[in-house]
C-alpha cells in the first residue's frame, strides 16, 4: 500500500498555533502523529512526506524516524535538513517526484503547481506548504477557476493539519474520494472539456 502525508512538522512548537492543531504541546502531537502512522502504516508499505517532516534537532527527529514503520521517501520541503544523520533513513530525497499509483500518474512536490504533467489525463497533482492557511485558500481558488475554465486540475494538499488527513498519512483513494472533481464529459469547440457533473454523487 502507499500513503501520502505531508508538514508534520516534528518538534515543532510553534506550528501548534499556526495550524490551530489540538494538541497541548508539541511531545503530544508528536506521538499521535506517530501512532496514527504506525496504525495504518506496515513494514511493507510505503510513504511518501511531501516535505516539512521534521523540525531542526536532529536527535529527535532521528528517534521518531526510527520509529515509524515502512518506506520513507521525502519530497524535501523548505524546511527539511538533509545533510546530517537523518538522510541515512530515507530510502530516497527528491525535490520532486512522479509515481504511478495504480492506474493514475501521481506527480508530487512540496510546492502546489497549478499546470502539471499529464493534467489532461488524469494525473493528480499531491503537495503541502501551504497548510490551511490563505494560500491554500488561494490555491483552491485557482483550481476552481481552472474547472470553470474546463481545465481538470486534481491538486491536493496533503499537509496532516487538512481535515480529511487528520493527523495520519492516507491512500491516494482515500485523498481522491475527499476531493471530488467535476467529470469533464463535455467538449468546447477549441477541444476543451466541460465539466457536467460531479463524481460518484450517487445521483442518477
Known amino acids: 500500500m502507499i500513503y501520502y502525508i505531508a508538514d508534520m512538522h516534528f518538534g ?23 501512532h496514527n502512522w504506525n496504525e495504518r502504516v506496515t513494514n511493507e508499505d510505503t510513504v511518501y512526506v511531501l516535505g516539512d517532516a521534521f523540525w531542526k534537532n536532529e536527535e529527535n527527529s532521528v528517534k521518531i524516524i526510527q520509529r515509524l514503520n515502512g518506506h520513507k521517501h521525502l519530497i ?16 530516497s530525497i ?6 504511478n499509483d495504480g492506474n493514475t500518474l501521481v506527480i508530487m512536490s512540496h510546492y502546489p503547481i497549478m499546470f502539471y504533467k499529464n493534467q489532461h489525463y488524469g494525473a493528480v497533482m499531491l503537495y503541502g506548504h501551504v497548510h490551511n492557511t490563505r494560500e491554500w485558500q488561494l490555491v483552491e481558488k485557482w483550481k476552481l ?9 486534481r491538486l491536493i ?8 488527513m487528520r493527523y495520519t ?9 475527499a476531493n471530488p472533481m467535476p467529470v469533464f464529459d463535455r467538449i468546447r469547440q477549441d477541444g476543451t472539456p466541460v465539466g457536467t457533473s460531479t463524481e460518484d454523487t ?3
Open 145 to 153: 477557476e481552472q474547472w470553470d475554465m474546463g481545465i481538470p486540475s
Open 76 to 91: 524535501r520541503g523548505n524546511h527539511d535538513r538533509v545533510h546530517g544523520r537523518l538522510r541515512f533513513h530515507w530510502e
Open 12 to 34: 515543532h512548537k510553534n506550528v501548534l498555533r499556526f495550524d490551530n492543531r489540538p494538541f497541548a504541546d508539541a511531545d503530544l502531537m508528536d506521538e499521535v502523529l506517530i
Open 157 to 164: 494538499n496533503v499537509g496532516c493539519m487538512m481535515d480529511y
Open 169 to 177: 498519512p492516507r491512500t491516494l483513494e482515500e485523498l481522491l474520494e
Open 202 to 204: 450517487g445521483n442518477e
Open 94 to 99: 527528491e525535490q520532486y517526484a512522479e509515481i
